[in-house]
């Protein structure tokens, strides 16, 4: 997408502590420049996506449902490079450990498929628990999104790269495979010519929903369940999502950081669907503009897929490093109702992946009794948001359920300051 006339980059795109600022008002800036840094260990760097001049730093509307603290840049149209940075491809294989990761780290490479850990951190478990499967997640199991699926298909060198970069970082023989549903035949095709060298799987998954939430991707290509309260690396493994292998690749062999990604822009109001390269930063609004304006239908603007993405509050938001899709949606058209009283039909226990009882969950975050709701297993629900779906009462469980999480946290944090 060409470069917008002003770049929002919010200091928080990541799970953690957001970043400390380490620019100021009226600073000239280039393209890859610190303009936050990492605070603490679960935190991330962030970077000016072009060359210009720092207007402001001050809060600002944020996909995430919150504002947050953001600079604020206005390109000078050279978008010129800091020095160093973009460099011809070098060969990683030379590195020690300490070098790759430093390097992760500093272009603050975060998980890009949604949840935003900062990589380095993930590829650095405690010494106790021993790896050996990397599994690169190409599911991309929610409707719509098609971003990765793209990756797969146009920049599959790259994806297999990061993947060999990050299993660098283990000792031994790892299992390496790239899981990916089977309805992306051109993405399987694509990949296998890489990956099959280098004695990296490739395996056809089935095409369900939620293929690509990380407990099921580990069960479908390992067989090992991840239980409750249980982390991936207790069960040796670790999974990425395909946008980080290429930032990870871009980060170690390019000095590049993490200042653009692939975004889907679909959904039935918008004029043209597609899927972009933006810069991190970019208005939701200059999207819009870009794809041809939104019908006056719309009545919901996703960051995100259908099932798990956010509706979104402001079209001043920007596209931060975990926005894989914008969907343009009219409730009316996809025959949403409004929500009525639970028919304790059992639907949503059926279908919740993690075996937890959803109606139960949403009726006892209505009446905030937070005790309850964590002995009824909250922290294992994924979000994958289908309880919702399957609901015929139109109950908005999903939301319900992230409501207590977000009340169960902010008490967390209210105890511990
Ligand atoms: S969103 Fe609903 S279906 Fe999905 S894990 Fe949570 S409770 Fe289960
Ligand atoms: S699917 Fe809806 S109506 Fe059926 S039990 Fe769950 S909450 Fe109740």
């Known amino acids: 997408m060409p470069l917008p006339a002003e770049l929002s980059i919010p200091l928080s795109q990541h799970l953690g502590k957001p970043a400390k600022p380490v620019v100021r008002m009226n600073d000239e800036v280039k393209k890859g420049q610190l303009v936050g840094e990492a605070d603490g260990f679960i935190s991330a760097n962030v970077h000016a996506s072009t060359s210009g001049k720092v207007r402001a730093i001050r809060p600002h509307p944020h996909p995430g449902g919150q504002y947050a603290m953001t600079v604020f840049i206005t390109p000078d149209g050279k978008d010129e490079w800091a020095e160093g940075l973009n460099s011809a491809p070098v060969d990683w294989k030379g590195m020690s450990k300490e070098e790759i990761l430093k390097k992760i780290r500093d272009a603050g490479v975060v998980g890009m498929g949604g949840a935003g850990f900062p990589t380095n951190v993930k590829l650095s478990p405690p010494p106790d628990k021993k790896i050996d499967t990397i599994i690169l997640n190409g599911a991309e199991c929610e409707p719509f999104l098609t971003a990765d699926h793209r990756l797969m298909v146009e920049s599959p060198e790259a994806v297999v790269a990061g993947l060999e970069i990050m299993a660098s970082l283990f000792p031994g023989t790892l299992k390496l495979a790239i899981g990916i549903e089977a309805n992306k035949p051109d993405a399987i095709d694509a990949l296998q010519q890489y990956a099959v ?108 897929g259908p099932m798990m993405g956010k509706a979104i509050f402001s079209l001043d938001v920007p596209v931060v490093k975990t926005t894989s899709g914008i969907l343009f949606i009219n409730n009316s058209a996809l025959g949403k109702s409004r929500e009525r009283a639970c028919i304790r039909c059992g639907r949503c226990v059926e279908v919740c992946p993690q075996g937890l009882a959803p109606w139960l969950l949403a009726n006892v975050a209505q009446l905030r009794q937070l005790e309850k709701i964590q002995l009824l297993g909250l922290a294992n629900c994924t979000e994958c948001g289908s309880c919702t779906y399957v609901c015929p009462s139109g109950r908005e469980l999903v939301h319900w359920i992230k409501y207590a999480k977000a009340l169960v946290s902010s008490r967390k944090q209210r105890k511990s300051a």
Do not use: H
Not at 242 to 261: F, S
């Open 197 to 304: 060298p280098k004695k990296i799987e490739v395996l056809a998954l089935k095409t369900k929903y939620p293929q690509g939430a990380e407990k099921q991707l580990i069960n479908a290509i390992t067989g090992r369940n991840v239980g409750e309260g249980e982390l991936p690396f207790d069960r040796g493994c670790i999974v990425q999502n395909i946008g980080t292998a290429v930032a990870v690749y871009d980060a170690v062999c390019r000095n590049r950081p993490l200042i653009e990604r692939v975004v889907t822009v679909s959904g039935m109001e918008i004029a043209r669907q597609k899927n972009i390269s933006a810069r991190i930063g970019t208005s939701f609004s200059d999207i819009i503009a870009f794809c041809g304006g939104m019908s006056e239908k719309t009545n919901q603007v996703i960051s995100g």
